[in-house]
């Protein structure tokens, strides 16, 4: 079974087994290299080691942990190799020092195991198939015939000290074995290298953000390679070229590893080394600038003039080199951070430009945070809201107004879920301030719906009273006052004064009529169409009349019928129109009343527009007018009646 | 002449009947529902039958149906409606049919004029009132015949509509009766409906044009 954490702890243990080992052999009998030199070695291979433990503790499952650890170990056993065979000719030679020595020679190529396992590896194991299990083999014995080569050439005996070689091979086949083992190593490095074109060809956006970090290294190593061994040819110092190759790989690549895998979980790291890199940076290239002032300005003036200049000079560039700095760091080390609050911004900066609706927040959280299972939650009017354990709470002063809860949820997510709701708190407090608004407006909506309902009911039975009740009992003492008046004779006065009580009384019964009529058209009744008819039959301008047979709730048909009849009086009154034109009908579930005339036009909001106004309103329904000077009055009544 | 009473409120059925009984008519039986009216009228079939349009059970225009169920088993039965105000939703139908008359319920206080009206709807004639003749022929819309009408045509052919005689017309408008009679022949032309002799039959033909 794969044990990564196993592999790195044998790996930690056998490094340290090693770095004793060579430090007998530096500071023992034998004095090899440079008192610096274990430190130093050391100090370069140490990173590596820790990063791959960070990894393995962090990530247990993730390979690249034991793949760190081979990085560190490899190099400190070719080390080990190098120095027991330079106790070769010392005063206190090791066993076997001769060969370890001339094995010594080539032994360099083993450097790069821990590196290629790391390529092949990254960022999730093995790639599948048989083709990338071949090349596991491959690496070995690439390196090791390498190591043979270069360990059996003549230049590894040049200079005596190792005595004969121990075979001499014909020159071609020399010149064959060198080639052909360095263009194995080469295939197997460049392999290695295309396997990460594989791996970001399939990968999801996870993987290829890790892959750019590791391409990014990885390239360096070859490059770096090729300039140390270029500089080495134009003579530079071999310890330096090759001193700065071993920094890039010992260090700046396992690290850019180990930010790669672990960015997902370690988020401060990640502001930390964006910070630290970002002063650094900005520090570095203020003291530049300072140094480029004082060097230019102090050709020409005293120093402190110079001085002075460069300061000023430089404290003017710090800050915005700075921000540029420390935006363009961020984005590089931590770019889901960067992405995710550019967004919410830009978001927030459309909002308040009315581009997008507040309420869009939850999606756009969503998506900025990649977590679908994120809710907003706000707190409704009226009620108390029970933020559920690990909900970020929304506040507004003191006041809670809501709750952010995460569908996955860990220390990083919610560092940055909190950062993200202290850039979305406007839209978060519009869309619940919207949200309170539109209930409250609902609520008052239906209130004054049902208030009409009733008022309709309450007007519908007073005018069945009026009918049945009073207009009825009316017309019964009528009858029996005629029963009575037929009693006497014709000629008597109490016969005249009968005829006119009933006639006062007739007179009754059609001003109770009128008065019904006013409280609520009786013709209703018969249908809101009948009832416009018979409405507009009293009318002395020719009207138009489009309806067809309706079945319309009894609030809505007062409203339109009371409306249409204060329509047609104010053009009768106020536009001088020949003709009204009037179109009623139900679509889409909305009652819509049409009432134009040819009149004048230029019509007022004044009180008769208002009164209609408030009574289309108050059925919780749309009144609408258009009177251009001139062109005649068209008024629209549209009420909402679910059929 | 026998009459039977369809009327819920008592004090309107009481005074009623007690006019008509002192005007020399039958009350032979009354009823205060739809329902049991029907029966009642099918097992006295009298001679004109007075509904009141809104009656229980619904107190809508339960007397209205109990009038079309009444005509449908005898096409020639005469009936006269009476309502508290205009309703012609379930009436219009019998409006062009003879002997059928609908009455505002305050008519009755005009004692003469009422049993005038009575006495035409037994005949197979019509009776109409006035108000709802009115709401019968108001023009709706710009291209109703009745729009071609002038006013004094209109105010003639409402009187035709009531069941009144050329005569009659002509005594109410203060007009010669020839002039009523050039009125009727010009509305017959613009409604486009042959002239008929008969008054009945001329109502008909109206009222038939009206209810389209």
Known sequence: ?643 | MRIVIGEDSALFREGLSRLLTENGHDVAGTAETADSLVDVVRAVDPDLTIIDVRMPPTMTDDGARAAVTLRAERPDRPILMLSQHIETRHVVELVGTGGFGYLLKDRVLRVGDFLDAMRRVVDGGSALDPTIVAALVAPTRADDPLAALSAREREVLALVAEGRSNGAIAAQLVLAERTVESHMRSIFQKLRIDDAPDTHRRVIAVLTQLRQ
């Open chain 1, 1 to 643: 079974m794969f044990r990564p954490r196993r592999l790195v702890a044998a790996a930690t243990i056998l490094f340290v087994a090693v770095a004793g080992v060579r430090a007998v052999l530096a500071y023992g009998p034998a004095s090899i290299g440079d008192t610096a030199d274990w430190p130093v070695s050391t100090g370069l291979l140490l990173p590596s080691l820790l990063l791959g433990c960070l990894v393995a503790a962090r990530a247990p499952a993730s390979p690249i942990g034991p793949a760190l650890a081979l990085t560190a170990l490899m190099p400190a056993l070719v080390f080990t190799v190098e120095d027991w065979g330079s106790t070769y000719g010392t005063d206190a030679p090791w066993p076997g020092a001769r060969v370890v020595g001339v094995i010594s020679g080539g032994v360099w190529a083993w450097l790069f195991l821990g590196f290629v396992a790391l390529v092949l590896l990254f960022p999730d194991g093995p790639l599948p198939g048989r083709r990338w299990r071949l090349i596991w083999a491959a690496v070995p014995v690439s390196a090791a015939l390498v190591n043979f080569a270069v360990a059996t050439d003549l230049a590894n005996f040049a200079d005596g000290r190792f005595g004969d070689p121990p075979f001499r091979l014909p020159d071609p086949l020399r010149r064959g074995l060198n080639f052909g083992a360095f263009a194995l190593f080469f295939v197997v490095l460049l392999t290695a290298a295309s396997s990460l074109v594989v791996r970001y060809r399939r990968g999801d956006r996870p993987t290829r953000l890790r892959l750019g970090w590791l391409t990014v290294a990885a390239l360096s190593v070859p490059i770096l390679l090729a300039t140390s061994w270029l500089g080495i040819v134009l003579g530079a110092p071999a310890d330096v070229m090759y001193g700065g190759f071993l920094i890039t790989m010992f260090i700046l690549v396992p690290g850019a590893i180990t930010v790669a895998i672990l960015r997902h979980d370690l988020f401060d790291v990640d502001r930390l080394l964006g910070t630290t890199l970002s002063w650094l940076v900005t520090t570095l290239i203020s003291a530049a600038v300072f140094a480029a002032v004082v060097f230019a300005v102090g050709n020409f003036f005293p120093d402190r003039v110079g001085i002075t200049t460069a300061a000023f000079v430089t404290a003017l560039a710090l800050l915005p080199l700075h921000h540029w700095i420390h935006r363009t760091v961020a984005r590089l080390v931590d770019p889901d951070r960067t992405v995710a609050l550019a967004r919410i911004r830009d978001f927030v900066r459309r909002v308040r430009d009315g581009q997008a609706e507040p309420e869009q927040i939850e999606s756009v959280l969503r998506d900025a945070l990649d977590d679908p299972g994120l809710r907003v939650l706000l707190r409704r009017p009226g009620e108390q809201l029970d933020v559920p354990d690990g909900a970020i709470p929304l506040r507004t002063g003191d006041s809670l107004v809501g709750a952010l809860t995460l569908g996955t949820t860990s220390a990083r997510r919610l560092r940055r879920a909190r950062e993200a709701v202290v850039e979305a708190r406007l839209p978060i407090e519009v869309s619940r301030l919207r949200v309170e608004l539109r209930e409250a407006l609902a609520e008052v909506r239906a209130s004054r719906a049902r208030l009409m309902e009733d008022v309709a009911a309450e007007r519908q039975r007073l005018e069945r009273d009026l009918h049945d009740g009073a207009q009825q009992r009316l017309i019964a003492i009528g009858m029996r006052l005629r029963s009575v008046q037929y009693q006497l004779s014709p000629g008597v006065p109490a016969y005249r004064e009968l005829d006119e009580v009933v006639e006062t009384l007739e007179h009754t019964v059609a001003e109770l009529r009128r008065i019904a009529h006013g409280v609520r058209p009786s013709r209703l009744d018969d249908g809101l169409a009948v009832a416009l008819r018979d409405l507009v039959a009293d009318s002395t301008l020719p009207v138009d009349l489009v309806v067809p047979e309706l079945e319309v709730a009894e609030s809505a048909a007062t409203t339109v019928y009371f409306t249409v009849g204060e329509a047609i009086a104010n053009a009768l009154k106020h536009a001088r129109a020949t003709r009204i034109s009037i179109s009623v009908g139900v679509t889409d579930q909305v009652l819509r009343a049409v009432v134009r005339d040819d009149g004048v036009g230029g019509a007022r909001e004044g009180f008769g527009l208002r009164s209609m106004r408030d009574r289309v309103a108050s059925a919780g329904g749309e009144f609408t007018v258009d009177s251009p000077p001139g062109a005649g009055t068209s008024i629209t009544v549209e009420i909402p009646c679910a059929s």
